[in-house]
Nanobody
Framework: QVQLVESGGGLVQAGGSLRLSCAAS????????MGWYRQAPGKQRELVAT???????NYANSVKGRFSISRDNAKNTVYLQMNSLKPEDTAVYYC??????????WGQGTQVTVSS
């Protein structure tokens, strides 16, 4: 059973920082790519950042230079460091992982609210 559990969301003022964590039961090495997505009220879910098994990364243009995705294989955890947060970053943030053959897995989401 694969489970992804996010944590670290909360309320922060504009310009502040948060670090999200995504813990994977059974380890993260099985995932060829892991990522963070977000969904704001009334909007579609969108890609924020991804990291592959060889640690190559990809970012949405809206977060480049402000957010950083990383992984700690020993802790079975993927992180999203978010700096210089803006009110438009307010959303539910979801962790995602892809296991070849088996499919795509999602966490339950964690709320991030940035006040102006």
């Amino acid at each position: 059973q694969v489970q992804l559990v996010e944590s670290g969301g909360g309320l922060v003022q504009a310009g502040g920082s948060l670090r999200l964590s995504c813990a994977a039961s059974g380890g993260i090495l099985r995932f060829v790519v892991m990522g963070w997505y977000r969904q704001a009220p009334g909007k579609q879910r969108e890609l924020v950042a991804t990291i592959s098994s060889n640690s190559s990364t990809n970012y949405a243009n809206s977060v480049k230079g402000r957010f950083s995705i990383s992984r700690d294989n020993a802790k079975n955890t993927v992180y999203l460091q978010m700096n210089s947060l803006k009110p438009e970053d307010t959303a539910v943030y979801y962790c995602n992982g892809v296991v070849p053959v088996y499919g795509i897995y999602w966490g339950q989401g964690t709320q991030v609210t940035v006040s102006s």
